[in-house]
């Protein structure tokens, strides 16, 4: 949930070596559109269903840029602090596999449509800022099916021409934890701007890890591997650990790094060689001649930074200061935009930040989890509104109920989708605070105990909780628990 727990809690000692670690990260466009054609995005219909004779690569057709594609690209680009040139160009990236019917990409090279920039994360030594390289443009290639049949691979070309941003990262991260935090933290970035939904289990973001290690202290870079086939900031972290460890091992022994391209396999918890790593001019970019460039107005940047959201960071800073939350609530509160949205609109019905947050952070988290709907955007269907918990911590503040009661309204809540307070009056779940009723219970519960309350008064004291449970036991669990405890003290001290 939390993009900023902090990296390398717990340190991986590598034995006189450090990694040098880069990551690239191919992020799917939440458009309703592809990149250069009117086809459908959208992940999971059937294979070849979202396909014309532009993404398929036909003859004679001539792509058309999908504007909104454009302007995302470039959102990104301004809230990661990076430099929009002027101008960006279009290049083909040529090389062949069955899933990428052109036989070329459209992406950029040379000219990308941003450039430096960062991103900072959380580490054990405080924050750490990771430096961008690039952003750029790309159309997505197809999907490549191995194991449907056992003797032929079958292509789906549906993600063809589907719109992607590359964020190439410098070699800045130092281990598998700040990976993760950094992964953590971009996948954030991009969906509070709701240009990416972050979605590693299908694709829409992925990350490739370019990954050398050196002795410490050297400045020379080592030779770098790239690992593919992550789809998980668990098997990102997993993948580069085993990937250290391994070239360690070859250079102690005195061997030597070869640049390939290497397969993570997550079962085995290992990766094996695809294919000898490519330089830029083994794919032999020149200009795209079917598209013009880009050229990016200094006003349309301003724009966009003038209408940007409020970031994870600066959120999380604001609900310390504003709301007097620990940093711990912050963090998760803010994880997800959904979930601070979430957050705001129940304290800005009931004023009450701290216990409004500990039932988002339990009770609520728990139900999504449960449900399966804990992935971003899809706070419309969450079985508890904010309206429902202000309600609910309403009715504890005022004494309506306790906070054991309010876990049953909660779970009756899901079901009914009533307010609380219709929920309470519905099963007579409102708190007992009558003194002479709450009196009578405890006076019973005495009279049923003498022995106990003989011992309490010789020097028990911790049987004051079971008598405090026998008397919520006779009240049906309603009786107020300070008035309890209190008469409860004042009665057996007689």
């Known amino acids: 949930m939390s993009q900023t727990t902090p990296a390398d809690e717990q340190a991986t000692n590598y034995g006189g070596w450090e990694p040098v670690i880069g990551l690239e990260v191919h992020a799917q ?21 979202h396909t014309c004779p532009v993404c398929m690569g036909f003859p004679g057709v001539l792509p058309v840029l999908n504007e909104r594609a454009l302007e995302f690209s470039l959102r990104t680009g301004v809230a990661t602090h990076c430099q929009i040139p002027p101008v960006a160009r279009w290049a083909r990236k040529n090389y062949f596999y069955p899933d990428l019917p052109k036989g070329y990409q459209v992406s950029m090279f040379d000219e990308p449509l941003a450039v430096g920039g960062h991103i900072d994360i959380e580490t054990t030594e405080g924050t750490k800022r990771v430096r961008l390289t690039r952003i750029h443009m790309e159309e997505d290639a197809g999907k490549s099916i ?61 990350c490739d890890a370019n ?10 870079l080592g030779t770098r591997t790239e690992i593919k086939n992550m789809n998980s900031f668990r098997s990102v972290e997993r993948a580069i650990d085993t990937e250290i460890r391994r070239q360690i091992d070859i250079l102690e ?19 094996t060689p695809m294919r000898s790593k490519e330089h830029a001019h083994d794919y032999r970019y020149f200009p795209e001649p079917d598209l013009l460039p880009l050229t990016i107005e200094p006003g349309r940047v301003d724009g966009i930074r003038d209408a940007l959201p409020e970031l994870p960071r600066e959120r999380r800073s604001r609900f310390v200061d504003q709301y007097g939350l620990p940093a711990y609530d912050a963090e998760v509160l803010t994880a997800r935009r959904d979930l601070a949205d979430y957050f705001e609109a129940a304290v800005a019905l009931h004023d009450n930040a701290k216990s409004i947050s500990n039932w988002i952070m339990g009770d609520v ?15 419309e269907r969450w079985p508890v509104t904010p309206e429902q918990i202000a309600g609910l911590v309403r009715l504890i503040d005022d004494g309506t109920i306790s906070g054991k009661i309010a876990k049953t309204v909660f779970e009756d809540m899901q079901e009914s989708a009533e307010p609380p307070a ?29 022995d106990k309350v003989a011992e309490y008064r010789g020097g028990k004291d911790k049987l004051l909780g079971f008598f405090v449970g026998q008397v919520m036991k006779a009240t049906g669990g309603k009786a107020n628990p300070k008035a309890v405890n209190e008469i409860l003290r004042a009665r057996l001290a007689g």
């Open 29 to 49: 466009l939440l458009t309703e559109s592809k990149l250069f054609c009117g086809c459908s995005a959208k992940f999971g219909a059937s294979p070849n269903a």
């Open 146 to 206: 191995h194991d449907a049949h056992d003797q032929h691979s079958l292509v789906d070309l549906n993600r063809t021409g589907v719109p992607l941003m590359e964020i190439v990262s410098e070699p800045d991260i130092s281990s598998p934890a700040e990976a993760g935090a950094y992964l953590r933290a971009l996948r954030c970035i991009l969906q509070y701007l709701e240009v990416c939904d972050g979605n590693m289990e299908e694709g829409s973001f992925r």
């Open 211 to 220: 990954v050398s290690v050196r002795r410490v202290g050297a400045e020379t």
């Open 253 to 271: 022994d005195g061997g030597r790094i070869v640049q390939e391209t290497r397969n993570w396999d997550a079962d085995r918890g290992r990766s």
């Open 365 to 379: 988290l728990r139900v999504l989890r449960e449900a399966r709907l804990d992935e971003p955007l899809v706070i």
């Open 422 to 450: 219709e929920v309470v009056e519905r099963r007579g779940l409102r708190q007992v605070t009558d003194q002479g009723a709450i009196t009578a219970a405890i006076d019973t519960v005495l009279e049923k105990n003498p």
